[in-house]
């Protein structure tokens, strides 16, 4: 892959979207955070296009930056769309793991497991 | 795209990083393992700019290209893999995917082995993550043995070094075996699960 590919800049204006903030109202999200609508509850009327196509995504499970990559647009935004979100009721944290907080040993067995059966 | 919904069993996320030098093989390693076409996002990171006036604090806003993949691991859980650049002018994006991290593949490519020198130290200096090396067998890659690589990289005993065709699935699959087994190696890992 060319330089070119993984390094550039562009002009996302990220503040319109978000209405100026950029932290999310929660610091557990991260990339990996799965993230599922809360049934049958369509966005808010007043719910930006961005909020509205993220909920509709989220009808199944997704992780944080899947609905980034759908959406493009940067994970940090979206992470404070998905804030409001889970603020509002609309989307629940799937994966409610603290942050800071590594899996257990239980897990990395699991996933040892899964990765021998390729 | 719905399609590409996780089983709605799936409660859980773990993750690692692919780390290593451009073209190193990272995208490919983790699209031979993803069940889903490697996605892409980008992350805006702010990076302080070298050799102005330091009066002056400029910062610039860039934008890196993270690729990724996801494997469903169990009825439970979900492994993803984040491909980043792993040099020290985009730490500030490396900090933020490095929590929670169960470890790091970091990517070699022999026939340019030095290129790997930042990332390493940039592991070692900044985080305490488990990582394994993995060499991206390239056809014209010169074969070195594995404790003349190690010498090269200055990597611990214990560090994996694992060859590796990253256009196999199991051959990348083979690679993460030997990371997470050297996490659980780790201090951090040995705790019972909260």
């Known amino acids: 892959m060319s330089q070119g590919d993984e390094y550039r800049d562009h002009p996302v204006r990220s503040y319109v979207l978000t209405s100026g903030r950029a932290h999310p109202t929660r610091n557990t999200l991260r990339p990996e955070t799965l993230l599922v609508a809360v049934d049958g509850r369509p966005a808010p009327t007043t719910a930006t296009r961005q909020q509205r196509d993220l909920v509709r995504l989220c009808r199944g499970t997704l992780a944080l930056a899947e609905v980034a990559a759908y959406l493009a647009l940067p994970v940090s935004l979206v992470a404070v769309l998905v804030s409001d979100l889970v603020d509002s009721g609309h989307l629940t944290i799937r994966s409610n793991h603290q942050a800071h907080v590594l899996p257990g040993r239980d897990i990395l067995e699991k996933v040892l497991d899964g990765l021998r059966n390729i | ?194």
């Open chain 2, 1 to 194: 795209m719905p399609g590409q919904h996780l089983a709605p069993s799936v409660a859980r996320s773990v993750k690692v990083l692919v780390v290593g030098a451009f073209g190193v093989g990272k995208t490919t390693l983790i699209g031979s393992v993803s069940e889903i076409e490697p996605l892409r996002t980008e992350e805006q990171i702010t990076t302080a700019a070298v050799g102005v006036d330091p009066g002056l604090p400029e910062k610039q806003t860039t934008t890196v290209a993270l690729d990724f993949g996801r494997l469903t691991i169990s009825q439970e859980i979900a492994l993803y893999m984040f491909g980043t650049p792993g040099q020290r002018r985009f730490w500030d994006l490396w900090a933020g995917l490095a929590d929670g991290a169960v470890g790091a593949l970091v990517m070699v490519d022999t026939r340019s082995i030095e290129a790997s020198f930042e990332v390493l130290d940039q592991l070692e200096l900044r985080t305490k993550m488990p990582f394994a090396v993995v060499i991206n067998q390239f056809p014209d890659s010169p074969q070195y043995p594995v404790e003349r690589i190690r010498a090269a990289l200055d990597l611990l005993p214990t560090t994996p070094i694992v060859r590796c065709d990253a256009r196999n699935r199991t051959s990348s699959a083979q690679a993460l075996i030997q990371l997470v087994e050297h996490a659980l190696t780790f201090p951090a890992f040995q705790k019972a699960p909260a």
